[in-house]
Nanobody, 124 residues
Framework: VQLQASGGGLAQAGGSLRLSCADS????????MGWFRQAQGKEREFVAGISWSGDNTFYADSLKGRFTVSRDNAKNTLYLQMNSLKPEDTAVYYC??????????????????WGKGTLVTVSS
């Protein structure tokens, strides 16, 4: 699994961005996936997770209703639709594979194959 996040950039508060995470490996559809983010000077935090099929998703409580995770296994791509953006959403966003631990885990220790992140900056 080789992950590469993209789609970040500068957005205004209230705007939207769609992030993508492409997997150049061969086992993308076999794994649950997750999005995390890390703001400058802060710990990396969980954003959203999705099952291998895409049928089940879960989110950090503070982001429910604004962010939507999805995937297209035919394209080996994970997505994160971010709406109603706030300045506090400014961070580097990462995708990762959920390898260990229970379904619904928000612990970064249960994820691996961290790809290069993409920077999202939200201006007020």
């Amino acid at each position: 699994v080789q992950l590469q996040a993209s789609g970040g950039g500068l957005a205004q508060a209230g705007g939207s961005l769609r992030l993508s995470c492409a997997d150049s490996g061969r086992t993308f559809s076999s794994h649950a996936m997750g999005w995390f983010r890390q703001a400058q000077g802060k710990e990396r935090e969980f954003v959203a997770g999705i099952s291998w099929s895409g049928d089940n998703t879960f989110y950090a409580d503070s982001l429910k209703g604004r962010f939507t995770v999805s995937r297209d296994n035919a394209k080996n791509t994970l997505y994160l639709q971010m709406n109603s953006l706030k300045p506090e959403d400014t961070a580097v966003y990462y995708c990762a594979v959920h390898y260990v631990g229970p379904w619904g885990s928000m612990s970064r220790r249960d994820y691996g194959d961290w790809g290069k992140g993409t920077l999202v900056t939200v201006s007020s």
